[in-house]
């Protein structure tokens, strides 16, 4: 007679494949981020702008154009891939070419993608640059990571997928 016990999450997660763990792992962190990123910019703008801000800004698309559909193809696919192969991908190449220290490729990658992000210098740009950099960081920590233990399929892979979620969450939060 075999006794079933229900799985904690502890041990469902040591279930899941490497890969699939670093995907739900990093998907919760982003969320996180998101989070704690929104209710810091609520308190700093609160604290140092006397006019009301817009909180929908911040937390959904305010997007009332004709090319609704282009622009959410564009944050949720083809975004995600460029941005992964350029700021991730062709950054750790180059740090790998040169034999400089992977701590050094995970700083340089998520300020690289942050300062992409920077082209609209706007009120929450601080938001922006602050959310951007986190999400840059736990891109560029799994892309090291998958490469590392895997190989570097898994590492384009996971890091676009996980990129394509944070888009989605930034997007619909």
């Known amino acids: 007679m075999t006794v079933s016990k229900e799985l904690g999450f502890k041990e469902k997660m040591k279930c899941l494949s490497p890969v699939y763990r670093d995907i739900v792992v990093c998907t919760f962190m982003l969320v996180l981020i998101k989070v704690t990123c929104s209710i810091g910019f609520i308190f700093y703008h ?7 801000l817009n909180y929908s800004l911040i937390f959904t698309v305010n997007d009332n154009s004709n090319y609704a559909l282009a622009q959410l193809l564009k944050a949720l696919i083809t975004s995600p891939v460029i941005e992964t192969l350029l700021y991730f991908h062709f950054t750790y ?3 790998n ?17 942050s300062s992409a992000h920077m082209w ?4 929450s740009s601080l938001y922006t640059f602050f959310l951007t950099s986190l999400g840059g960081l736990v891109f560029s920590f799994n892309y090291h990571r998958q490469y590392s ?6 590492a384009l892979a996971s890091t676009t997928f996980i990129h394509m979620l944070a888009n989605g969450i930034v997007l619909y939060y």
Not at 120 to 123: K, M, P, Q, T, V
Not at 149 to 154: E, H, K, S
């Open 46 to 52: 609160n604290m140092t702008q006397s006019a009301v």
């Open 93 to 95: 190449w180059l740090i």
């Open 97 to 113: 070419k040169f034999k400089i220290p992977p701590k050094f490729y995970i700083v340089l990658s998520a300020l690289l993608f």
């Open 120 to 123: 609209n210098i706007a009120e």
């Open 149 to 154: 233990t895997i190989n570097q399929d898994a």
